[in-house]
C-alpha cells in the first residue's frame, strides 16, 4: 500500500504497507514508519475509534475491540489514510 497527497510527485511518497489486508485479530505496518507521529481508526462515518501509540504500531495494532466491517487508517504524517477490512 503507498500513501500520497494528489499532486505529489513520487520522490515525495510515504511507502507503508499494512497486512494482512483483511484481518481478523491485528493490522501490521511496515516501511516508513519512522515518519508516524501519530495513528488513529476511523470507521465509515468518520468516528475515532482508537488512537494507537507509536508504540504499539511496530508490536502490531489489535483489532480484537473491532467490529467486522471498513475503517480507516489516518496516519499523522500530513493526514494520509489508508483503508483496511475487520473480519
Partial sequence: TWM???GMDE?????????P???SESLNLS???KMITDLAIY???GKMIKQVPLSVVY???SL???KNGIYF???NEHQKELRFQKM
Fill in 73 to 75: 487508517l489516518s496516519v
Fill in 21 to 23: 489486508n483483511p484481518s
Fill in 59 to 61: 508490536s502490531g495494532v
Fill in 11 to 19: 520522490a515525495n511518497l510515504l511507502q507503508i504497507e499494512l497486512f
Fill in 43 to 45: 470507521d465509515l462515518n
Fill in 64 to 66: 480484537k475491540e473491532l
Fill in 31 to 33: 516501511g516508513d514508519l
Fill in 4 to 6: 500520497c497527497d494528489l
